[in-house]
């Protein structure tokens, strides 16, 4: 895992729901955050110097539309083609952890955000609940294209 991200969980994409539900579980006090590799495969070390692309979800426990995203967001994860995911790091971020992302987030969530290379990160436009899994792949791609 990079140096510099803590208190995260690396877990394969296949895994997703039981790093969620352990992520969710953690201790109050601590971050909250879990991280999701797009194989089993794949994994990235402090010496590697490819920079993975990282996408943060906010989200918290008993949201269905943030369960309603994560599902459409592994779907798309898992789709290959022309506007693959496979090189992005999903990261979900319970923000009844953090009281900075609950102020911020608090009734906006799901909230998705891209991080820069420089750690700076930028909120995506909000995305329909309505939008097939495909569309959301695509959005998702563009605004790493950007």
């Not at 039981?18 to 994994?43: H, M």
């Not at 309603?68 to 789709?79: I, V």
């Amino acid at each position: 895992m990079a140096a510099g991200i803590a208190m995260g969980i690396a877990v394969a994409r296949p895994q997703i729901w039981s790093a969620v539900r352990l992520g969710v579980n953690l201790n109050r006090k601590s971050a909250k955050w879990a991280f999701f590799s797009p194989s089993a495969s794949s994994s990235y070390s402090s010496s590697s110097s490819a920079v993975p692309r990282t996408l943060i979800l906010y989200s918290k426990p008993g949201c269905c539309l943030c369960d309603g995203l994560k599902e459409k967001l592994d779907a798309a994860f898992s789709l290959s083609g022309p506007n693959s995911l496979h090189d992005v790091q999903l990261q979900i971020r319970d923000i009844t952890s953090n009281p900075e992302w609950e102020r911020l987030y608090q009734y906006e969530i799901p909230v998705l955000a891209r991080v820069h290379d420089d750690g700076t990160e930028e909120t995506l436009p909000r995305l329909s609940p309505r939008l097939g899994v495909e569309l959301i792949q695509k959005k998702i791609a563009a605004a790493f294209s950007q």
